[in-house]
């Protein structure tokens, strides 16, 4: 709250409307002081109010940086209310930053304070709830259905505002013969200005005949939800916490039934938060509704601006050189200064820097970013004369894929040739929305020694398919001499008319497999254990493939573990399972 403006007439001061007059007894909570010390925290000849009393009833109060201030051996005036100048009354809103607020409905758990106490607010959550000081404890949270507001108001009362269409009200006594029960609150439907002006609704969602101004009284929304039936699909707050619901906060009536816990609750997300009593509900007002949707919105949806970072470079996609992006052109990289720009006459927009004028506002949609990440569009860019790190596979450089897990410095992208493709992330640049249609780049030419997949057999030797070895660079309209790997024949290629394979696949053609392709009976050594009883190093026999280097093995005379595993021999290669005709004719062979 820290230092008060004051009218100051001789002994008398007012604060807000309200009168103090100088006393010449110690502080008490709700009195304002005077200050006349000589403290760096707290202004000489200025007004503070008491907060609270400590120790051998020490006042304190809020110094000039908003931190708790202890008067003890301090020089200073006491100022206590004028009787009869000034009062209190209580009001149900959400409090504000140093206003005052009393409990009338504590928390069952809550013992740090008791109904009827009364506190100055220290800070306010946003949502209705507040933090004050409780002794020695400066952070305790008060929430809004534990307070009302203290509304300093003077003795001269003015004139009750009259009720109006859209008003609550409480009807106190009859004096027309309606048909009103008194002591039920109503909501005001007409009003003729007359002598007898009001219709109102009921709680039962009837209309009423004509109420007098003196059979009612105000009311508040809260007072007239609360005489309603709770039906499936009405909105309440719950009073007591049971570990599935909150105090304060809004659910939505999933179920009911005629037992002594009727209510089913759920979030306003749908998500089921228990059965309740209906002791412990209250009707929400249509304000408290539209707040906690509006909280729920903002906490579900997700701003497409959020993807940037200050810092962090774009590309502009287009709008460059028009307002509000003069001096940025298309194409051309920049800086994100403010992410979340919401004061821009174009709407929330994106602002960057690095343009020839200072600042340019962008949608983001109108900006690509260049960082990699999962879900990125990234092509393979490999320098001419070099390989990727693991390998060619059935991608060309210059393909284009997605994003898909990114383990440290590398990732894995699905590209149309080859899904689950490993690459350093060095080897990718991102693609941006505008270059995604545009034509790939020539792929890196073929060099003597690399290996291909034969893509065509029209007009030539090798079925298609074949995996082949180039061996001689011609340079001309069918330079490359590609050789099946048992070396039976071979043929002339275009770049077109084959795609490279890496050295693993060519060694797996050898014996017409896929790479991983293990069969029973082959004999392999175990590479990794996989936690099964398996050794590292030990020799052990294919049960059944799956297509990975991982496929059940034998161990122990016949129980199966899967392992990863390494080809040593493939079973059509096993001494032991040849016949002797087999044999015999391998050596005439």
């Given amino acids: 709250m820290a230092k008060l403006n004051v009218t100051v007439p001789a002994v008398d001061v007012e604060v807000n409307g309200v009168k103090y007059r100088k006393v010449d007894r110690d502080a008490q909570v709700g009195d304002i002081i005077r200050y006349e010390g000589d403290s760096s925290w707290v202004t000489n000849g200025a007004f503070y109010a008491i907060t609270r009393l400590v120790g051998a009833d020490d006042p304190q109060i809020v110094d000039n940086d908003g931190d708790e201030y202890d008067l003890c051996g301090e020089e200073f005036e006491v100022y206590a209310k004028v009787s009869g100048t000034a ?216 701003d497409p601006r959020s993807q940037f970072a200050k810092g962090e470079k774009v590309r502009l996609i287009n709008g460059g050189g028009k307002y509000p992006l003069n001096g940025y052109a298309n194409g051309e990289i920049y800086e994100v200064d403010t992410p979340l720009y919401d004061t821009h006459r174009s709407g929330p927009v994106i602002k960057i820097v690095g343009g020839v004028i200072p600042h340019g506002y962008a949608k983001p949609e109108q900006l690509a970013k260049l960082t990699i990440e999962v879900g990125s569009t990234v092509r393979l860019t490999i320098k001419d004369g070099e390989k990727p790190v693991y390998g060619w596979g059935r991608v060309n450089n210059g393909a284009i894929g997605t994003v898909t897990n990114i383990d440290g410095t590398s990732a894995y992208v699905n590209f149309p040739e080859q899904r689950w493709w490993h690459a350093l992330l060095s080897e990718l640049t991102l693609v941006t929305d505008g270059e995604k249609t545009q034509p790939q780049p020539e792929p890196v030419r073929f060099k003597v020694g690399e290996y291909a997949r034969t893509l065509t057999d029209v007009r030539k030797d090798l079925p298609k398919g074949s995996i082949v070895k180039i061996t001689r660079d011609d340079h001309d309209s069918r330079p490359f001499r590609s050789v099946l790997l048992d070396g039976s024949d071979y043929d002339f290629y275009r770049q077109d008319e084959l795609e490279r394979v890496d050295a693993e696949t060519a060694k797996w053609a050898t014996i017409g497999r896929k790479v991983n392709e293990f069969k029973a009976g082959d004999l392999a050594v175990v590479v990794d254990t996989l936690g099964g009883k398996t050794r590292v190093g030990q020799i052990v026999e294919v049960f059944e493939g799956d297509g990975t280097d991982a496929p059940s093995v034998y161990v122990d005379g016949g129980t199966t573990y899967f392992a990863t595993v390494k080809l040593v021999t493939p079973v059509e290669q096993r001494f032991d399972r040849m016949e002797l005709t087999e044999v015999e004719a391998k050596v005439a062979a």
Avoid at 159 to 175: C, F, M, Q
Avoid at 177 to 194: A, L, M, P, Q
Wanted: hydrophobic share 35%.
């Fill in 87 to 302: 009062e209190y009354r209580e009001v149900k809103r959400w409090a504000k930053p140093g206003e005052r607020i009393r409990i009338v409905n504590k928390y069952y758990n809550e013992n740090r304070y008791k109904n009827g106490d009364e506190f100055v607010v220290d800070s306010a959550d946003g949502d209705g709830d507040v933090r004050i000081t409780v002794g020695t404890s400066d952070d305790v949270m008060v929430m809004l259905s534990e307070y009302e507001v203290l509304e300093s108001v003077t003795t001269e009362k003015s004139a009750p505002k009259r009720l109006t269409v859209g008003d609550y009200a409480k009807v106190i006594a009859n004096s027309t013969s309606h048909n009103y029960t008194i002591g039920s609150f109503v909501k005001i439907v007409r009003d003729d200005e007359d002598h007898q002006p009001y219709r109102a609704e009921k709680a039962d969602g009837t209309e009423g005949n004509f109420l007098a101004e003196k059979d009612v009284e105000p009311a508040t929304e809260a007072e007239f939800l609360a005489q309603k039936r709770l039906k499936v699909g009405d909105h309440v707050k719950v009073t007591r916490d049971n570990g599935c619901t909150h105090p304060g906060m809004v659910y939505v009536i999933a179920e009911t039934d005629s037992t002594s816990i009727p209510y089913r609750l759920a979030k306003l997300n749908g998500e089921i938060a228990g059965w309740k009593v209906a002791c412990d509900v209250v009707r929400a007002t249509d304000e408290e509704v539209a707040q906690a949707k509006r909280k729920l919105a903002a906490e579900t949806t997700t």
